[in-house]
């Protein structure tokens, strides 16, 4: 079974810090996803990647297929960045199977 | 754009009620999930739905049934609802590997 594995657990940061946030897996999948949950609960997908790296504004997602292992950048962090971060991974159905999410709080 | 509902924000019920928890999705989608959500132990699948009346158990089904009578619409029901039942529960319906969540029902159970 796959194991889906983020660090860390919580992040703190100061606005306009970089951030990374890492995702490690154990078993070859056919695409990885990162979400974003705000407090109240509702997630949204922000990337669904298979190979290399996506960017969308200030959010980057890059993903090692070798290494298994996957990571979102937020440049230019932001107060209302902060969230939870989920990574997912799927293997060729829309089956999904989640880490257990990285908090992330930026402060002003 | 995507709409997922489910029928309630937050909810209480007593021990050994039966609970209805709904979702619809408006976008035609096949695949319908339920899953619960507890600090700590992330996103876990209770049950999975890929057409109608077609239902598959996901991780955690033990005290759950789920309906689907119709694409759009799934439904979670709680047999007989227990207090380790307390959870976050969200609904997602997907198409092509992409998920699309509905704003979760927090579920307490007295």
């Known amino acids: 079974k796959n194991e889906v594995e983020q660090s860390p657990q919580n992040l703190t940061a100061q606005e306009g810090e970089f951030i990374t946030i890492n995702c490690s897996y154990s078993v070859g999948i056919s695409a990885l996803h990162w979400l974003q949950q705000h407090p109240g609960g509702g997630i949204v997908s922000l990337f669904m990647?298979?190979?290399g790296k996506k960017k969308h504004g200030r959010l980057i997602a890059t993903i090692n297929i070798q290494e298994k292992h996957s990571s979102l950048h937020i440049t230019a962090s932001h107060p209302r960045d902060s969230a939870v971060y989920i990574c997912?991974?799927?293997?060729?159905?829309?089956?999904?199977?989640f880490g257990t999410g990285t908090r992330l709080q930026v402060f002003p | 754009d995507v709409k997922v509902t489910q029928s309630s924000r937050y909810l209480v019920k007593r021990t050994g009620e039966k609970v209805f928890l709904e979702c619809v999705q408006d976008?035609?989608?096949?695949?319908m999930f339920w899953y619960r959500q507890d600090p700590g132990l992330g996103l876990r699948l209770i049950y999975f739905s890929y057409d109608v009346k077609m239902k598959e158990k996901g991780d955690i089904p033990e005290g759950y049934s789920v309906s689907r009578e119709k694409k759009e619409r799934f439904s979670l029901i709680l047999e007989s609802a227990s207090t380790n039942q307390t959870s976050m529960y969200l609904c997602?319906?997907?198409?092509?590997?992409?998920?699309?969540f509905g704003p979760g029902t927090r579920l307490l159970v007295l």
């Open positions: 997602a319906s997907s198409l092509f590997e992409t998920q699309y």
């Open positions: 990647l298979s190979s």
């Open positions: 976008m035609d989608h096949e695949n």
């Open positions: 997912a991974v799927g293997y060729n159905t829309d089956k999904l199977i």
